[in-house]
């Protein structure tokens, strides 16, 4: 799948591309989401920027504001449903298929 990547920190877009990644498959307690929708917020750019605490590695890939359809539920989750329409509130990333 496509995902926005920023690869090392920068003032500016230069280190920012969209990427192939590996379909994340959700683990337990998590919830995979086919993202339809993302806002890259003020949080992803202080990641973006380098400020510290806000990525958790590089390449990073941002995206706490997303919405979609749940794809898949790792063990021990019971809902949302599958195919199911949600916006969850994130405290880490979300995964953004491009077309």
């Known amino acids: 799948m496509r995902a926005l990547l920023f690869d090392q920190p920068a003032a500016d877009t230069s280190t920012t ?5 590996a379909t994340p498959e959700p683990g337990p307690g998590e919830v995979a989401i086919d993202v339809r929708a993302a806002g890259v917020n003020f949080i ?3 990641a973006r920027r380098g400020d510290a605490g806000y990525a958790t590695g ?8 997303v919405a979609g359809t749940v794809r898949a539920l790792g063990a021990g989750v019971s809902g949302p449903a599958i195919g199911i329409r949600w916006r969850p509130s994130l405290r880490r990333v ?6």
């Open 17 to 21: 591309r969209v990427g192939e990644v």
């Open 44 to 46: 992803d750019v202080m």
């Open 58 to 65: 590089w390449p990073f890939i941002p995206g706490l504001e």
């Open 94 to 99: 979300g995964w953004l298929r491009l077309p």
